[in-house]
């Protein structure tokens, strides 16, 4: 039988939704295989289901959609849209019981970050350091939830901040870190300033399904 973990309270069994707040619903589709996965271990929800929890990675090209909906974002904080960034799909996959009946739901969650044209913040130490001396208990609580913060080898994935902290994102919000292997992490932080550049790959359209899982 496959090892599982109970989430503690119906908010915590929405905590992956949070993030609709940095991205929308999407499906499987083409293109080439994720540049990473993430499978977590079994969790079960309030309702005595069963919930598993897969993360594609990329990062991709934002579909036109998306670009669209950061453009409107951005300009209604003042602020010219520099680029977007598909950081990664997540995919919830539920098992349980409806109306007495065996049921099965799921769906998956694009994690988009839109450039827009914010200025660097001057208090980045400060938020850094708040990340440093937090993020031990932030994997905590999020490995009592979901089964375990992701390791490869025994080494913690990094946390990263989908709205960066250099242009003003909140070092401990739940909505706001995703862990990422090394290599991919590495990506990003060379991508982000290019996403925050005029005229780069991030202002264009990519596709509506950029992988396959």
């Known amino acids: 039988m496959a090892a599982t973990s109970t989430i503690r309270s119906p908010a915590s069994a929405a905590v992956l939704l949070a993030l609709v707040g940095c991205g929308s619903a999407t499906v499987g589709g083409g293109g080439s295989p994720a540049r990473a996965k993430w499978v977590?271990?079994?969790?079960?929800?309030?309702d005595g289901g069963q919930l598993r929890t897969t993360i594609y990675y990329g990062p991709w090209q934002c579909s036109a959609a998306f670009l669209v909906r950061c453009e409107s974002k951005c300009a209604a904080q003042g602020y010219p849209l520099m680029g977007c960034m598909w950081l990664a799909d997540i995919k919830g996959d539920w098992q349980g019981r409806y109306l007495f009946m065996?049921?099965?739901a799921g769906?998956?969650?694009?994690?988009?970050?839109?450039?827009?044209d914010y200025?660097?913040?001057?208090?980045g130490k400060w938020r850094r350091d708040t990340?440093?001396?937090?993020?031990n208990a932030f994997r905590d609580e999020w490995g009592r939830e979901f089964g375990g913060w992701p390791s490869t080898g025994g080494v913690n994935w990094q946390g990263h901040h989908i709205f960066d902290l250099r242009h003003g994102g909140a070092p401990v919000a739940r909505d706001n870190v995703l862990p990422v292997p090394d290599d991919v992490h590495g990506v990003l932080?060379?991508?982000?300033?290019?996403c925050y550049a005029p005229g780069g790959q991030w202002l264009k359209?990519?596709?509506?399904r950029p992988y396959v899982d």
């Open 119 to 123: 200025p660097k913040v001057s208090d």
């Open 40 to 46: 977590g271990s079994v969790v079960r929800t309030p």
């Open 107 to 116: 769906g998956r969650l694009a994690i988009t970050h839109c450039c827009c």
């Open 205 to 208: 359209p990519g596709p509506e």
């Open 189 to 194: 932080n060379r991508e982000y300033p290019a």
């Open 102 to 104: 065996p049921a099965e």
């Open 131 to 135: 990340w440093k001396n937090s993020r």
